[in-house]
């Protein structure tokens, strides 16, 4: 049976609450870039910026509306004349435009923040709806702090503002004090009680101050709601906003369940999740839903063995509907035969011999015990039967210091087989003095070469991931350290790379 949906109306706005997340502030051309990847994937509303907010920001919201075609694009105004004149003004080139306009409607911001009587701010809005429909034919109206404001209040204001000419009502959960059911009922008794509500798109906005923002939204879509508005990443102010890709991905994954359709081309998502977090430098937690490196990655050999049987009996959704090229199944202390197996497979290896493959996965569960992940260059070294090249060297110390007045100097320390090897470098920056001094290790060894080194930091230097390259007798390995310290994991980077050279050596000479 062929059930038609409504549609769910995608208004992102990355680009004006997510920006209000401290730190997350972008400039013009940021703002165009992502709101290029935005319209890519067929968001249906932009909220580009607060075009009163500053001229950087009005700029910024212009840019966006002439460079955008196909998607609505939006810019906030509090309720009064000189902030939707100056919305108004930002929108002109678009070939779709949209001002958002609202005012707080809950007696704690109105008596305190606003320090305004009732009446007044219902006369405000009124105003405002009007004057922003002088600019435009789409207006939305945001009962800022709905959530926490009287219902008869919120009745009479919504019924006011959508005869002054408001197509959209958003009754946003400001300060993400809702509860879904809660929050869903709200939606039911608006639409019930206000008597021309059949005019007007209903819209969530919430904020995840309780982790509920999606959970919220999600309800009041089943309570009526068509347009729901989220950030990519779930980026906002404080704890964030609802997440437009989890948003997405449950009204797709839960067809049985909810009565709308995106009109979203989900395979954008990761692409445009990754560029928001480098424009920001605000990195992506792993286990973040659909964009989390680990979303769609497996390291238990309960989970692997069942992935390998039948896709879906661990998965939900395709990594590749999203955007990532693939699922992973990663090997580490957790897996089990099968995916060894396997992935020995795809490296051309076959195992006539059980009792073989046997030892060789002892061999690959003591190795796991001490590394984090396992590589194809340590199932290679498995098969040598290398000995344990871990024990081989020892990153003994690792220092960073800053001399007053001059760049950091770091020290490194490493024994190898059992003779202390150490170096001290200079730097223009910590990183850079670290790689300097592996630089200097690596010297002393006439017949090591360091190819190259990378480092992946994300936000600060503090943060990332190293790759080292070492070449040895023309054979090129990568070592890769991860940490939160990179100075840690750059020398973890170099102490995997000499440990695979070693294993390669040795099994080059037959050991
Ligand atoms: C829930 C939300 O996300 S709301 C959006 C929040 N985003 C931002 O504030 C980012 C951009 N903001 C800004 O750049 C500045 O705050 C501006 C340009 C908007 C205003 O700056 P200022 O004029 O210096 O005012 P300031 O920010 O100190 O205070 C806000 C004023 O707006 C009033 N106000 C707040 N909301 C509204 C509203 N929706 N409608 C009308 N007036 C409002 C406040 O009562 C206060 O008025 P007062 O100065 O008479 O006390
Ligand atoms: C401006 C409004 C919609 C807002 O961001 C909020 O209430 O959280
Ligand atoms: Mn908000």
Not at 25 to 36: F, H, L, N
Not at 284 to 303: M, R
Request: proline share 3%; charged share 25%.
């Amino acid at each position: 049976m062929n059930t038609i949906k409504d549609k769910l109306v995608i208004f992102d706005t990355t680009l004006r609450d997510g920006e209000q997340s401290p730190g997350a502030s972008m400039t013009k051309e940021e703002k165009v870039r992502i709101a290029t990847m935005l319209e890519r994937m067929k968001v249906d509303v932009i909220e580009a910026g607060f075009a009163i907010a500053s001229q950087g920001d009005f700029e910024a919201v212009q840019a966006v509306a002439e460079t955008v075609k196909d998607s609505t694009v939006c810019s906030l105004a509090r309720a009064m004349g000189p902030d939707i004149i100056r919305a108004g003004e930002s929108l002109k080139k678009a070939n779709s435009g949209r001002i958002h306009t609202f005012i707080a409607t809950s007696p704690i911001h109105m008596k305190y923040k606003l320090q305004m009587e009732p009446e007044d701010v219902l006369r405000q809005a009124v105003e405002a709806v009007k004057s922003a429909r002088q600019f435009t034919d789409d207006v939305e109206f945001s009962l800022e702090d709905g959530s926490r404001s009287e219902p008869e209040f919120m009745y009479r204001i919504i019924e006011a503002v959508i005869k002054a000419g408001a197509g959209t009502i958003n009754i946003p959960d400001t300060v993400g004090y809702g509860e879904p059911e809660e929050y869903g009922a709200m939606f039911k008794r608006v639409i019930e009680n206000v008597p021309n509500s059949d005019k007007a798109i209903f819209s969530t906005h919430c904020h995840n101050d309780l982790g509920l923002a999606v959970a919220n939204s999600l309800s009041a879509v089943m309570n009526g709601v068509r347009q729901v508005e989220c950030t990519i990443n779930g980026l906002g102010e404080r704890a964030g906003n609802a997440s437009l890709e989890e948003i997405v991905m449950a009204v797709r994954t839960r067809q049985d369940l909810y009565p709308v359709d995106t009109g979203i081309d989900t395979t954008h998502i990761v692409p445009t999740s990754r560029l928001v977090s480098s424009i920001t430098g605000f990195p992506v937690q792993p286990n973040k839903a659909i964009v989390g490196a680990n979303a769609f990655a497996h390291e238990s050999g309960i989970h692997q063995d069942g992935i390998l049987k039948h896709r879906e009996t661990y998965e939900i959704m395709r990594a590749e509907d999203v955007g990532w090229g693939n699922n992973r199944l990663v090997l580490g202390k957790h897996s089990g035969r099968a995916a060894v197996k396997a992935r020995y497979e795809e490296l051309g290896v076959t195992f006539a011999d059980p009792a073989e493959f046997s030892v060789l996965f002892q061999r690959f569960k003591d190795l796991a015990d001490k590394k984090h992940e396992i590589f194809d260059e340590d199932l290679q070294s498995l098969i040598s039967g290398a000995a344990d090249p871990v024990e081989h060297y020892q990153l003994t110390d690792l220092e960073v210091r800053s001399k007053s007045g001059s760049n950091p100097r770091a020290q490194l320390q490493l024994t190898i087989d059992g003779e202390v090897c150490s170096c001290e470098a200079e730097g223009s920056g910590p990183v850079d003095a670290t790689f300097k001094a592996i630089e200097s290790v690596v010297g002393s060894n006439a017949d090591l070469k360091l190819y190259s080194v990378n480092a992946v930091t994300q936000g600060t230097d503090s943060q990332g991931s190293v790759t080292v390259r070492l070449e040895r007798d023309g054979r090129l390995v990568n070592g890769v350290g991860a940490d939160t310290d990179i100075l840690i994991a750059s020398a973890k980077a170099y102490l995997d790379a000499l440990n695979l050279l070693a294993s390669k050596n040795s099994k080059a000479q037959g050991v």
